[in-house]
């Protein structure tokens, strides 16, 4: 389960980088989320990311802000990479996915679910790879109250 979760992790992060790749000149491209353009959206995916981290660390975990602080550099690529670079190391230390479920499960489908919000914003293939979607229905269906 722990593999499948990092797994599914390394897929949806991957893909939504790809769509990170292809919003960099839509900064204001409004998104699926009538309160957001694009740079909100990619603002509250790093305050998002941060807080999964810092949180599976044992350090400070600030709740995602709303509106999300402005944490996009003039490179929102490296910016990206970095997050999930720092997510995937962090989670693959040992025994950190056992001590923080469900966590990166709901980091998963929240990579997945904004991917496709960015993708959306901005003209992009919003088709999820194969399987993802469903994996992130089980993972959250039944965690959240309306």
């Known amino acids: 389960m722990e593999s499948e979760l990092l797994s599914n992790y390394e897929q949806a992060?991957?893909?939504t980088l790809e769509h990170v790749k292809g919003a960099t000149e839509q900064m204001e491209a409004p998104t699926p989320d009538d309160d957001w353009d694009v740079r909100a959206l990619l603002n509250h995916?790093?305050?998002t990311s941060r807080y999964f981290v810092n949180a599976a660390r044992g350090d400070d975990a600030t709740l995602p802000a709303a509106p999300p602080p402005d944490l996009i550099s003039d490179n929102p690529i490296a910016d990206f990479e970095r997050a999930r670079r720092d997510t995937i190391d962090t989670f693959s230390q040992p025994g950190v996915i056992e001590k923080t479920m469900p966590s990166l499960g709901i980091a998963f489908s929240d990579q997945l679910?904004?991917?496709w919000d960015l993708a959306v914003a901005t003209g992009q293939d919003a088709r999820m790879p194969d399987g993802l979607a469903e994996a992130a229905y089980e993972?959250?269906?039944g965690r959240f109250t309306p």
Do not use: F, R, V
């Open 13 to 15: 992060s991957a893909w």
């Open 45 to 47: 995916m790093l305050d």
């Open 113 to 115: 679910l904004h991917g």
């Open 139 to 141: 993972m959250i269906h």
